[in-house]
T-cell receptor, first 112, second 114 residues
Framework: GDSVTQMEGPVTLSEEAFLTINCTYTATGYPSLFWYVQYPGEGLQLLLKATKADDKGSNKGFEATYRKETTSFHLEKGSVQVSDSAVYFCALSEGSWGKLQFGAGTQVVVTP | NAGVTQTPKFRVLKTGQSMTLLCAQDMNHEYMYWYRQDPGMGLRLIHY???????AKGEVPDGYNVSRLKKQNFLLGLESAAPSQTSVYFC?????????????FGDGTRLSIL
């Protein structure tokens, strides 16, 4: 079945450092791909998405490109802030029934 | 605008007790979902609903039941709680499928089964 694999955390960075979180997926068809973010004590919220190969999703300085050839959707940000400390989830959706398959999540800690 | 509201936020149960978690959304969304979040496992779908009066099983439905009698509410029931059901439960709703519309999440219910 479909699955999502993310790099394990926690990832600890200093403010203004470059962030990359790796995400690869397994799917039988052509899924849509998502990054959700969970700030401490809150529910998840959509950060960005891409619905077809070579699409780039972007939001709040974060970017991710849908790479079909490597089945990847890595999340990047050029200069992180303390406020970016959160758990980041990669997810995919295949089909029209509205279900998401989540990765295990990667905790990011940004220190001043 | 309340969005997705989950009740209660915390609960401790003894093994064998029953309880119902309530999810309410005020966005007129068709789709609603119940997930559980466990360390190192991300979110796993328990049950979902694609409209009032409909429910369907997700990835981990055993030990849970759901009902969607009103469009704005989605109830998750534990008939006989087990320690393996200790988890953080999230409700979500969406206007359509993820390709079109994002899922909006509540803040979660932390449930401990002793």
């Amino acid at each position: 079945g479909d699955s999502v694999t993310q790099m394990e955390g926690p990832v600890t960075l200093s403010e203004e450092a470059f962030l990359t979180i790796n995400c690869t997926y397994t799917a039988t068809g052509y899924p849509s791909l998502f990054w959700y973010v969970q700030y401490p004590g809150e529910g998840l919220q959509l950060l960005l998405k891409a619905t077809k190969a070579d699409d780039k999703g972007s939001n709040k300085g974060f970017e991710a490109t849908y790479r079909k050839e490597t089945t990847s959707f890595h999340l990047e940000k050029g200069s992180v802030q303390v406020s970016d400390s959160a758990v980041y989830f990669c997810a995919l959706s295949e089909g029209s029934w509205g279900k998401l398959q989540f990765g295990a999540g990667t905790q990011v800690v940004v220190t001043p | 605008n309340a969005g997705v509201t989950q009740t209660p936020k915390f609960r401790v149960l003894k093994t064998g007790q029953s309880m119902t978690l309530l999810c309410a959304q005020d966005m007129n969304h068709e789709y609603m979902y119940w997930y559980r979040q466990d360390p190192g496992m991300g979110l796993r779908l328990i049950h979902y609903s694609v409209g009032e009066g409909t429910t369907a099983k997700g990835e981990v439905p055993d030990g849970y039941n759901v009902s969607r009698l009103k469009k704005q509410n989605f109830l998750l029931g534990l008939e006989s709680a087990a320690p393996s059901q200790t988890s953080v439960y999230f409700c979500a709703s969406s206007y359509g499928t993820p390709d079109d519309q994002p899922q909006h999440f509540g803040d979660g219910t932390r449930l401990s089964i002793l």
